[in-house]
Each structure stands twice: as C-alpha cells, then as structure tokens.
C-alpha cells in the first residue's frame, strides 16, 4: 500500500472507490484495489451505470438473457444493477467483518426520478434491499426535502443508508436530524442498531465550480483572492456540525444501545481545475471518523503523490467562517448556490438515467 493511503487510514479517513462496472469486477480490479490502495467501500450512482453500461463486452450475457425473457427496461435496470452491487457487496465482505460492520460498504441509489416523491423513495429503497440481499449494501437517498423524511423512514426499517447531494450546511444538519429521529424509529421497531450504518455525502468539487465561476465574473481582486476557497471551507464547516450533533445527548443515548455516528463522506472529490493540487479534497480534508470516495484518477494521484500530514480540518473553523463572510461581501450568495447545485445535481442524475435507459433498451431490442 502506498505511504500516503497508509497516512490516510491511520488518520482515521476510509478510502472508498467512486466507481464500479461489471468489468472492474470480472478483471478482479476492485480486490486488487482493496490491497494495494486500501479501497474499503464503492460507491455508485447513475452516470458511473450509464458509462459503463455503454462501454465494452461485460453486460452483454446478462441483457440477452434478459431480453429472451421479455423483461422491461426498469426492471432491467436494477436488475443488472443488483448483480454489480451484490457481487462488489461479497468482494467487500471479508473488510464488512473485518471492521465489525463499519466499511466494506457498497451504496445502491434509487431512481432519481423519484427525488421529489417521499413515498416512491421509500418503497424503492425496500426493494433494492430486498433486490441486492447483502448486509453490507447501503441504499443512497438524495438529500431533498422530499427525501429528508424517506431517510428517516428507511433507517427506521433496519436500511443502511447513503444520504447523498448534500451542499449546504443547513440540508446537512436537516439530514441528521433525519438520522437520529431514523435510529429512534428503528430502535422503537425492535431493529438492531448495530447493524445500520449510514453515510451523509457532502459533495466538493462542485461547490468551489459554481463558486469559482461567479467570482471570476465578479472580477475583483478581492473576489480573486477567494478562488478555491469555498468547498474546502464548506465541508470543514460541515465536520464542525457533525462533531456538535454526535456529542450530543440525544446521539448519546442511541450510541449507549450500539448505534454508531453517520460518518460524512466527502463526495465529488476529483478535482475539476487544473489550477488546483490534484489531491486538494482529500489532504485538505483529512479528519477522524470521515470517509472519501474517490474516482480511479484521484485514487491514483493521492497514491503516488498525495501530501497526507495528519488532520487538516480541526482548528480550521475560525478561517471556514472567515472565507463564507469574504464570499458574501464579495457579491456571491451562498444560499443561492447551494440551491442551484441541489437542483441541478438532481437533474443530471435524472439525465444519466434517462441515458441509461435509452442505452439499455437499445441493447435488449438488438438482443432480442
């Protein structure tokens, strides 16, 4: 493993994989991975399915039977789908038990049409669970205001659960709320706590793309000077409220009956500007108890290269807040921008689903 992978783990920071196809999997890449670069979780969403569903040989068995069968394109979707998650699932088990449940984690996401609708959410949260079977699968609900209350209510039947679209501090702190009053609800159920884990995604790059781009239009020195300045102080922010709610007393009760923190997850940690250290979101988000789910590109650069000194984000507050009040007075609004990415995000994921589906249907009509 590499030096800084080790730093990264010793520093209490989980290293998962941004990614998964069918083809990672049948090569054995993603054990590999989980020896050489210490990767101890994969996460998905729609783009990774629709890239690599479109790419190459590896689906081609499984849509033809699939299709000898009559079976309709959603329905094929998570079938395909389930078979990816649920053999990644088994490669991740050993490091499932290894860490008494905690990593060895692999995240399934609901259609993303269903982002605005609670109770749609809710059902297909229940049959992925049922779908995929694995104990180390984690369902991924949008963190919409819509989705707030299926988070709860899916923790509340036992489902481990990936919150994921977070960008804003107040969604963030909505969203574990959503977590405590789900642990209650399932400890009211009769579920074990122990056997739910959840992770709330805080997505990074994206914020300091919007940002960058409005303080390049405003075109002040002083709106200059704040470039790259914004996603790193948001998600410090972000474990600041994170480390309040899980010292808790409401969180020290449910932790006195085996629960476990929701860890954030720095999401969308590729690094979009070439001005920047290829590895900024992850050495300069380097904290206890969090996790970062990387793409192959970022995975690679933080192995060979990657400047780990031990946490960068305790002590940071004071400046985070500084850098938020600068952005303000400089003319961008930060609410604004955290609603925008929100929408947005959602909307892509619904556009590389719509792509998924049209690719996919493509395929099972030229199979059939």
Known sequence: MSKPLEALADAGVSVWLDDISRERLRTGNLASLMSTHNVTGVTSNPTIFDKALAEGDAYDEQVAELARRGVAVDEAVRLLTAYDIRWAA????PVYDATDRVDGRVSLEVDPRLARDTERTVAE???LWWLVDRPNLMIKIPATAEGLPAITRVLGLGISVNVTLIFSL??????MDAFLEGLELA?????DLTRIQSVASF???????EVDKRLKAIGTDEAEALLGRAAIANARLAYQAY????SSAEWKALEALGATPQRPLWASTGVKDPAYPDTAYVTELVARGTVNTMPQAT?????????????TVLGTYDRARAD???LEDAGVNLTEVFGLLEEEGVTKFIDSWKSLLEGLSAKLESAA
């Open 203 to 209: 997505f990074v790059s994206r914020v300091d793309s």
């Open 170 to 175: 107040a969604r963030y702190r909505q969203v």
């Open 125 to 127: 949260a229940k049959a």
């Open 324 to 326: 938020f009040a600068a």
């Open 187 to 191: 400890r009211d159920n009769g579920h």
């Open 90 to 93: 088994d490669t991740l088990r």
């Open 299 to 311: 995975l690679d650069a933080t192995a060979d290269h990657a400047d780990v000194t031990g946490n």
């Open 243 to 246: 480390e309040e709610v899980f």
